[in-house]
């Protein structure tokens, strides 16, 4: 995290990102993710879960841990449930209006 936080802020910004997506070592830390520097842009977005425009550690930590290794089957069940519902309650909230 320190070491893409260039200015020191304890966030990370997009412009951060993208600069040091070209650094060898960063790109060998995300590429054990799955990541190459041409996907900075996505994995920002990954990343900025509230969308601030910034990463916290916390924000990095989680979404490092989660990035990690495939999806199981069990994830995918879960984010299709998860979809499943919102669909219901849209269409519930669409009727009403």
Known sequence: FAAIDVDAS???????????????????????????????DRLFKMLDVDGSGDITFDDFVHGCTHLKGPAKAIDLHDTRLAIRRLSQRLDCLTERI
């Open 10 to 40: 304890d966030k990370i910004s997009k412009d951060e990102l993208l600069f040091m997506m070209q650094d060898e070592s960063i790109q060998a830390f995300f590429g054990i993710l799955g990541f190459d520097s041409t996907d900075a």
